[in-house]
């Protein structure tokens, strides 16, 4: 809520401003500045300049209508030191401005003005206001000031010598100084004549001192601002002239110019005075801090242990049988040895995946993770909020977590088999050839070729078929037969156990060379690194913050 708020309120910074504070706000829980608030009298960026107001502000009895007698010279003003005081903006403005006076009046304070016209020529070009009191008891006569004062570019603050320490004066002050600088501000004390009778001029001298000691220290400044003594009633003496042409000279669009640039820098005054009192530095700083020790105390406890584990752990047969099973799938007679004699064989070598069911010191991975980041939880307050959508520090959600672990690992498996798959499946062209030489040569050379080969060699031409004839009635012989197979089953099944002796040393050599995309070291890091994703975010958003508050700041004093 706080930060839709503050995305709606800052409609008086620059796009860049508005999206600074708006990502502080959500990022931090911080309030935005009060001085960007819907209802803050603070300086519109659009005041115009070729019609501009010159508010009385003060409360109750200080003078405020007497004083734009004086200023003007005539009894237009309506004077009451009874009632609820001004309830409605009084607004003092020459015929020829009246139109343009309530078009402008209209934007601001709809319905909560009374426009008196003037035929005062001196007083052309600005619009004299005389605001509702400040310290009234009803809240609208005050909303009504905070309006006007928006577009208000030279705020005139009146207090009488009675009310010059009157706090409700000096607070709205403050607020209107966030957004306006105080060097467009004017400030006037009234019925200094009755001090001056009673206790004489020096008096007069030394409240106008406390009294600028005052309004400079809401302000925030160190320089005293001039402050006006003026007699409003018999409109002698004192500084009533000076402040006549102090406001209703005539300005020229430079200075006026001038006056909104001064404005907009003390806005961005304000503005890096409140980013320094967010202390995002110290908080990325914390951040960074909180980062480290948690990746520190995962790997510590968690991520170390697995790897060391399975480093220490030997090839998975289920993760090189693929690959073997394949390259010995080229040689004719002994892959189906292999298919045949190998699920007996699978029997004394089955082992479970290296990374499934892990545990680490007799306590599943989830325990672990749960431990890690309830320590977490309770040195650092922040990641309860960060962590707020995946509670670690529960069973349920490290149980899960734990459960992601195991698809990942089960996937980088899967990738590694394919990828030695894809490398070592395959034998080589010589390799194939000799494949069908020792295989189906050798079942055709031991029990007829070799025969006939001898007979060929060792008859003549006259006893050839003879000798043939009688060599093939000893092959089709129940005794060669036996005696043949026999041989033959010792050959192949010693060249399978031979092949699949050296396949497997073969694999295993692959296997150390692959290096897949999906490895489990990299899944298990992967995984460790998603667990502390909300913390890394949260320092690469601090550290973003950071480095835009200081390019801010940077353009901000060269612009200065």
């Known amino acids: 809520m706080q930060a839709a708020a503050a995305a709606g309120n800052l409609e008086r910074m620059t796009p860049a401003q508005q999206q600074l504070v708006g990502d502080i706000v959500a990022l931090t829980g911080a309030a935005p500045p009060d001085w960007s608030a819907d209802d803050a009298p603070t300086l519109r960026a659009d005041v115009p300049s070729e019609l501009y107001l010159i508010g009385m502000i ?14 003007l010279g005539e009894n237009i003003a309506a004077v009451s ?65 905070r309006r006007m004062l928006r577009n208000m570019l030279f705020p005139v603050w009146v207090q009488s010598i009675e009310k010059y320490a009157d706090a409700a004066t000096l607070e709205l002050l403050a607020r209107v100084a966030e957004g306006n600088s105080p060097q467009n501000f004017v400030f006037v004390l009234t019925k200094v004549d009755q001090l001056a009778r009673r206790h004489g001029a020096e008096a007069v001298e030394e409240l106008k ?13 160190e320089t005293r601002p001039a402050v006006y003594g003026v007699d409003s009633v018999s409109r002698q003496g004192f500084d009533l002239a000076a402040l006549r042409a102090t406001l209703l000279q005539r ?27 967010q202390r995002i530095d110290e908080q990325l700083a914390a951040a960074q801090r909180a980062l480290a020790e948690a990746e520190s105390m995962l790997a510590s406890r968690v991520v170390d242990p697995l790897l060391e584990r399975q480093a220490a752990l030997p090839i998975s047969p289920a993760m090189i049988e693929p690959t073997v099973r394949a390259r010995i799938g080229y040689w004719p007679i002994v892959s189906a040895i292999d298919a045949a004699l190998g699920p007996a064989l699978a029997v004394f070598r089955a082992r479970t995946e290296p990374w499934a069911g892990q545990s680490i010191g007799g306590r599943q991975v989830a325990q672990h ?33 734990a459960g992601v672990l195991e698809d990942r690992l089960e996937i980088a498996a899967e990738s590694h088999r394919a990828a030695l798959l894809k490398r070592a499946a395959r034998p080589s062209f010589v390799t194939r050839i000799a494949a069908y030489v020792l295989t189906v040569g050798a079942a055709l050379w031991f029990p007829i070729v070799q025969p006939v080969l001898e007979i060929v060699l060792q008859q003549d031409i006259r006893q050839f078929t003879t000798a043939m004839l009688l060599k093939i009635v000893q092959l089709l012989g129940a005794s060669y037969l036996i005696s043949s197979i026999g041989f033959l089953a010792i050959y192949f099944v010693a060249l399978w156990i031979w092949l699949r002796w050296h396949t497997v040393r ?26 502390l994703a909300p913390l890394r975010r949260n320092v690469e958003r601090l550290q973003s913050l950071a480095d835009r508050i200081a390019a801010l700041t940077s353009r901000d004093r060269a612009a200065a």
Request: a negative charge; glycine letters at 8%.
């Open 58 to 71: 003060g409360g109750k009895d200080v003078g405020k209508s007497s004083l734009v007698n004086a200023l």
């Open 81 to 145: 030191n009874h009632g609820e005081g001004t309830s409605r903006a009084l607004a003092y403005v020459h015929d020829a401005d009246a139109l343009a006076a309530r078009a402008l009046l209209e934007d601001s304070a709809a319905g909560g003005f009374d426009l008196v016209q003037h035929g005062i020529d001196e007083a052309r070009g600005r619009v004299l206001l005389d605001l509702p009191d400040v310290d009234s008891v009803w809240d609208d006569h005050l909303d009504l000031t």
């Open 209 to 221: 001192a406390d009294f600028a000691l005052r309004v400079g220290r809401a302000c925030g400044i």
């Open 251 to 277: 300005r020229t669009s430079q200075s006026i110019s001038d006056a909104r640039g001064l404005a907009e820098r003390q806005q961005a005054n304000t503005l890096r005075r409140w980013l320094a009192q």
């Open 369 to 401: 993770v749960r431990g890690v980041f309830a320590d977490l939880s309770q040195r650092q307050p922040r990641l309860v909020e960060l962590y707020s959508q995946n509670k670690l520090w529960e069973a349920d959600v490290a149980q899960r977590a």
């Open 506 to 531: 073969r694999v295993e050599r692959t296997f150390a060379r692959t290096s897949p995309t999906d490895d489990p070291a990299a899944a298990v890091d992967e995984w460790a690194a998603n667990l």
